[in-house]
Structures are given as structure tokens and as C-alpha cells.
């Protein structure tokens, strides 16, 4: 094993799992991945994958259940290093995930500056909280949240750190239809506001066509299939080039009758 660092690029070549302890954020890509491969035992889940995602680019990634997707994202979050490859991210980055993760013993606008340095900050906790829509929910405990009002704190918890970078794991997935889309048209208007750089999990085709400007699809480990999405915002899906995108990314998702997916 050989690992050195060149200017603020980890460089690790490795043939056994490795901890990368530094990931500096590079100017110029929001996310650099290279050769990256994880396995859990004999099992290779990610496959010598390379993925970038440019500053301010909002890429969702679609794939079937456990082909790596949930993987990807925690190596990207730094929630494991187990890895062989070269990983870059940038340092101010958040996450959340289908489960909004609040801790019960505290009122809203704390879990919302949980981990952040000094003091907790009420203020910034209340702007966030407003920024999500539920500035009225600062001072209660999370257990009398409705399920699309933890979602949103849970939001407002990763806004707050002012990613460069935010990770998304199905964060509508448990959310009833109506929420889900108001969930949706707020994470894209606070995508365009902060400018910050989102990789969405989802297995939501169509959220995948509205939000993103690139889709990739993760088959056993690998990028099987990537789609640009040039449709102008907000998104309309009765459009006839959405209809046709959505069907060319279910075809490849190998789930529309009578096809099997071309990877
Ligand atoms: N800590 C672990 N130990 C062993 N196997 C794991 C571990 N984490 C994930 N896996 C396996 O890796 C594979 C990929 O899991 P992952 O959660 O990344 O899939 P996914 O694409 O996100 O699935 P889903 O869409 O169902 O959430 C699965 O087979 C899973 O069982």
C-alpha cells in the first residue's frame, strides 16, 4: 500500500481497505470520486466508481434497492471510510435522511443547532426554521411534529451548517403525497437559493426528472446509465420531453412492462 498527498488532493493506491483522513474541499468540483470500491466481506457493493459533481449541481441518483446508492452517500458524508479510492468532498457539507433523526429530548430549534460549536445559537436555529416554513415550531418537542414537519427540521438542521454539499437519503419517502410535493418544490427553492451543490437518493423517477440537472443510475455497484436533465424550471410533467426522459430512466431502471433495462 502507497498513499501520499499531493497540493489538497488525498492520493491513496491501495488494494485493502483504507481510512482517508483528510478530504479539503477543491475549488472548482463540489465532489471528486475516483476508483471507489466497498466491500462488505467477499461482497463488492461499490465497484470502482467514479462520480464528480460540479459546484451548485443538483444530481439525484436513482437505482434498485440495495444496489449502493445508500453506500455512496454515507462514504460522501464521511460516515465511512472503509474504502479503497480517492474521495473528495468539500468540508461543509450535511445530511438528511429518510428518518428525520431528532433527538426527542430536545425542543426543535435546539435539535436544529445540535453539534454546531458554542453556544446553541436560537437565532440562527429560528432563521433556518423559518426559512423551512415551520418558524412557528421552534419551541416545541419534536414528538408532536407532523411527519413532513420533522422533515423539515431536519432540513433546516443541514441548512443551517451552510453546506457546500448536501446529502439527501430519501428524505420524502415516508411523507404522504401532498407533503412529498411540497417537500419537493421546497428543497428546489432552497436549492436555489443557497446554491449549495445536493446529491438526492430517491427511488422517485419522477422527482428525480423535476429536481435534478443530472440523473444517475446505480446498477450492482456501478454507474449504469447518467441523463441530463436540460428542461427549464419549474418543471411541467405533463411536458412531452419529461414523459420521454422519465421513460428512457425506467427503462434503464428496468421496471416499465415488457422492458428488462439496457445496462
Ligand atoms: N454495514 C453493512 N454491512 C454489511 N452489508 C451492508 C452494510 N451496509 C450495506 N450493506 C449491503 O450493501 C448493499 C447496498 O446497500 P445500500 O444501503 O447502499 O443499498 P441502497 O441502494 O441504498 O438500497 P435501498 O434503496 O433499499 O435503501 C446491500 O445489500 C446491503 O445489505
Redesign the pocket.
Known amino acids: 500500500m502507497a498513499a501520499s498527498v499531493q497540493r489538497n488532493l488525498t492520493v491513496v493506491e491501495t488494494d485493502a481497505p483504507v481510512r482517508v483522513s483528510e478530504r479539503p474541499k477543491v475549488a472548482g468540483q463540489a465532489v471528486r470520486v475516483r476508483g471507489l470500491t466497498r466491500r462488505?466481506?467477499e461482497?463488492e457493493?461499490l465497484k470502482n466508481l467514479d462520480v464528480d459533481i460540479a459546484p451548485g449541481e443538483f444530481v439525484a441518483l436513482l437505482?434498485a434497492?440495495?444496489?449502493?446508492?445508500?453506500?455512496?452517500l454515507r462514504i460522501l458524508a464521511d460516515l465511512d471510510r472503509e474504502i479503497i479510492g480517492e474521495v473528495e468532498v468539500p468540508v461543509r457539507r450535511a445530511v438528511a435522511f429518510q428518518a428525520p433523526r431528532l433527538m426527542p429530548w430536545k425542543k426543535v430549534w435546539r435539535n436544529v443547532v445540535l453539534g454546531l460549536p458554542g453556544r446553541p445559537d436560537r437565532a440562527r436555529a429560528l432563521a433556518a426554521l423559518e426559512e423551512v416554513g415551520i418558524g412557528q415550531r421552534a419551541d416545541v418537542w419534536p414528538k408532536v411534529l407532523s411527519g413532513g414537519e420533522a422533515q423539515r427540521t431536519s432540513l433546516a438542521r443541514a441548512l443551517v451548517r451552510e453546506p457546500d454539499l448536501l446529502l439527501l437519503d430519501?428524505p420524502f419517502a415516508a411523507l404522504d403525497a401532498l407533503t412529498r410535493i411540497k417537500a419537493q418544490d421546497l428543497v428546489g427553492e432552497l436549492w436555489q437559493r443557497h446554491g449549495c451543490a445536493i446529491l438526492l437518493?430517491t427511488?422517485d423517477v419522477e422527482e428525480a426528472v423535476l429536481l435534478a440537472d443530472r440523473v444517475l443510475v446505480?446498477k450492482d455497484g456501478i454507474i449504469a446509465h447518467e441523463e441530463r436533465i436540460d428542461l427549464p424550471r419549474p418543471r411541467d410533467v405533463a411536458d412531452p420531453v419529461f414523459a420521454r426522459t422519465r421513460g428512457s430512466l425506467l427503462d434503464w431502471l428496468g421496471v416499465r412492462h415488457g422492458t428488462h433495462g439496457n445496462a
Do not use: D, N, W
Open positions: 462488505f466481506g461482497r457493493v437505482g434497492s440495495g444496489c449502493g446508492k445508500s453506500t455512496l430519501e437518493v427511488h446505480m
